[in-house]
């Protein structure tokens, strides 16, 4: 059996008459992206200046030479290149939500992204109730000193999958309630991304300041969207879980932002009897938040469309979303201290771009080869020829 994270690998540990037999047979090899693809192809500008800092192209297929950009961690010159970078990201991000989606973000704002599959365990809600707990401040205290902030949460649900659907519906209420409120303007704001896709993640990730990878303790296996963040130079706020544990060991914990319960105190609360309502009476804007979700106040026109939300946060809430918000809200603040601060910030994006070399592809097939299937690796003599299907597309030709 072969998990492709640390923590899945421990869990199958649990199966113990067998891993009493086989020992050698539980182990785990972490998952990888491919750079060519999420570096390479998608931010040519970031790709442009990791080759001439480290004079060759080698890094391209052996991806741990990005730690030599650690060297530069005290250079300002580079990190202000960096940082420009990612400003171009985003403005061209920008650009094209303007022209094909008729939205106008703002380019000088955190860039606060949570794309994936819509499923309960990753916590879309989360970055939602954030959203609504701001707007909340922001309607308290108009003049409020913040961190513009465009939060931008995309996915897809399955078709049969009804309380994915209403996080959906949700998350497109308060954002058209935040978006048409004066209040928010320049400072706050929701989008949801439809459709999204991989030519859309293309976009998106070089463009993000913020990603988001927030599941519940103990519910992700090995997903890999964090690791196309990092590569990319956004900071990870996260949760101990997948294989974000396996990122915060490369990237060190003062280089995130890490919140939540650990596994083991997850498996005491579901153990003891967790009780979301706990935590919602004594956290104030926690409880305003779900009671305007109940009470249909960013959707109006029909106010119960969220009770089934409501009534599975407060009595079930298995994903515990209602007791890791508190600590959410802090990381988030952390988050915003940080980037007020250009020098810390751009350290930290340095930081995690020199520490993704393991999260390759090609580690992970090298391991596989040697460790699992027990192959050698063969020298493939003969290139890829184009023919009328990738005849125009320059990645597939013999020649490239």
């Not at 900071?235 to 995130?256: K, P, R």
């Amino acid at each position: 059996m072969e998990p492709s994270s640390t923590l899945w690998k421990e869990y199958l540990r649990s199966f113990k008459d067998f891993a009493d037999l086989w020992p050698s047979k539980f182990t785990n090899k972490t998952n990888g992206i491919s750079p060519r693809r999420w570096l390479l192809v998608c931010n040519p500008g970031l790709t442009d200046l990791i080759r001439t800092t480290i004079q060759s192209d080698d890094w391209v297929k052996n991806l741990i030479m990005l730690n030599r950009l650690k060297e530069k961690l005290n250079d300002a010159n580079f990190r202000n290149r960096l940082i420009l970078i990612k400003q171009d990201n985003k403005n061209r991000f920008v650009a094209y939500m303007q022209q094909h989606r008729n939205i106008q973000l703002n380019p000088s704002s955190i860039f606060d992204v949570h794309v994936k599959r819509v499923l309960e365990y990753k916590r879309p809600l989360l970055p939602c109730l954030y959203a609504i707990t701001m707007y909340n401040r922001l309607k308290t205290n108009p003049e409020m000193k913040m961190c513009p902030r465009t939060i931008i949460i995309g996915g897809k649900a399955a078709p049969g999958y009804h309380m994915a659907k209403m996080i959906i519906k949700l998350i497109n209420s308060v954002a058209r309630m935040i978006d048409f409120d004066p209040i928010t303007t320049g400072k706050l704001k929701l989008i949801f991304l439809r459709n999204y896709r991989v030519s859309l993640a293309e976009r998106i990730i070089p463009a993000t300041d913020l990603s988001e990878q927030i599941p519940c303790v103990g519910t992700e296996a090995s997903g890999t969207g964090n690791m196309k963040f990092m590569l990319n130079g956004a900071l990870t706020i996260g949760t101990m879980d997948g294989s974000n544990i396996e990122i915060f060991q490369e990237v060190g914990h003062s280089n995130a932002f890490v919140f939540g319960r650990t596994i083991e105190e997850v498996n005491y609360l579901r153990k003891t009897g967790y009780n979301p309502m706990r935590y919602v009476s004594s956290n104030p804007e926690l409880r305003l938040c779900l009671d305007q979700i109940r009470d249909g106040y960013y959707c109006p026109n029909e106010p119960d469309l969220f009770k089934d939300l409501y009534n599975k946060l407060v009595t079930e809430d298995k994903f515990m979303v209602c007791a890791d918000y508190g600590d959410y809200m802090r990381a988030q603040a952390e988050v915003e201290s940080a980037y007020k601060d250009e020098v810390k910030w751009s350290k930290m994006v340095l930081m995690n771009i020199a520490a993704a070399g393991k999260f390759s592809s090609d580690r992970t097939v090298r391991e596989y080869a040697r460790d699992i299937w027990r192959v050698n690796p063969v020298i493939v003599k003969e290139s890829i020829k184009c023919n009328s299907e990738n005849n125009n597309n320059p990645r597939f030709c013999s020649n490239n």
